[in-house]
């Protein structure tokens, strides 16, 4: 604890995390949204945005916590499990088994559909992930005895 | 001839994960495991599997090195054994 | 003992080796990990769901519900990771530092 929060405080570490951070989080989102493309997807691309949060908390230490509040990686975490459970059940509510993209909205071109279920899905699973591996970061950092 | 890479990246692996084993000083064994997990990732992309390469990358090298750095700044440096 | 253990790692490592022999060649077409399901998956994933890159199909379409328990067991770590370590500091100094002070109902001025 004490060794992450009198950080070693330097200009060069400062100005070099603010202008790597965001390139990493274009990064991460161009993982999660071109799984269907490339490799990747939800996982790595969430993992990818835990790890520039991760940077923020190691480089900033206290002054992270106003950009990315310690509430926020739990609430996210929990709001993209939840929106993924409600995306399986679209297609049950027509008739379909659970996550069968195919059957959620009826009348449309399943193979869309599942085009756009598997992006959703791959959304969902990013934000899980960023969020889970946030919260477990924050955790084992102020949960730890002094 | 990637036949032969597979055998060199499988060779340099055991002799990272023996380092990593044996070496004292537990954050030179926390960077040679970091190093183990991109080479881990390039034996990946290399059998074809691009995605488990990505994932390996992120997560081996990026994300268990800073989780194991966190908990060894409570802790000391030197091993035990 | 150190001894002893090396020499175990060498033998099961020597057993691994030997047993690998067996293995089929990478990218066989007759071994039985391309024989089954996956000429179903190679041949339609893009018919299917318009999705270029195969393993993202059968990882969020066809075995979607595999990737959901996934995602389902990733919150539970990172909840359960909260809740173990969160309670233990409350109870070493006794002060309100948590996130969620709800959670402990013996903790001073949570919810009962």
Sequence with gaps: MKSLTSHYDSLFLHVVTKAIVPLIQIFALYVITHGHYSPGGGFQGGVMMAASILLLRITLGEASYRRFPREAGLAIAGVATLLFCLL??????????????????????????????????????????????????????????? | MIGQLDFWLMLVLLLFALIALEVRDLLAAVGVLTGYSFLMALLFAELGAPDVALTEAALGAGLTGVFFLVALSFFDRESED | ??????????????????????????????????????????????????????????????????????????????????????????????????????????????AA
């Design chain 3, 1 to 110: 003992m150190r001894f002893a253990s090396i020499l175990l790692l060498a033998a099961v490592g020597g057993f691994l080796l030997w047993g690998s022999g067996d293995l089929p060649q990478r990218g066989d077409p007759e071994s039985p990990a391309s024989t089954g399901i996956s000429t179903y998956y190679i041949q339609n994933a893009y018919h299917d769901s318009d999705t270029p890159n195969m393993v993202t199909a059968v990882l969020a379409d066809y075995r979607g519900f595999d990737t959901f328990g996934e995602a389902v067991v990733v919150t539970a770590a990172a909840l359960s990771c909260l809740v173990i370590l969160l309670r233990r500091r409350r109870r070493e100094d006794g002060s309100e530092t948590g996130v969620f002070p709800d959670l402990d109902g013996d903790a001073p001025g949570g």
């Design chain 1, 88 to 146: 399986g059940f679209a297609s049950v509510v027509f008739g379909g088994n659970f996550l069968e993209y195919g059957m959620a909205v009826p009348g449309a071109d399943p193979v869309r559909l599942r085009y756009w279920g598997i992006f959703w899905a791959e959304v969902f699973i990013g934000f899980l992930v960023w969020g889970a591996l946030v919260a477990i970061y924050d955790a084992l950092v102020t949960g730890g005895v002094e």
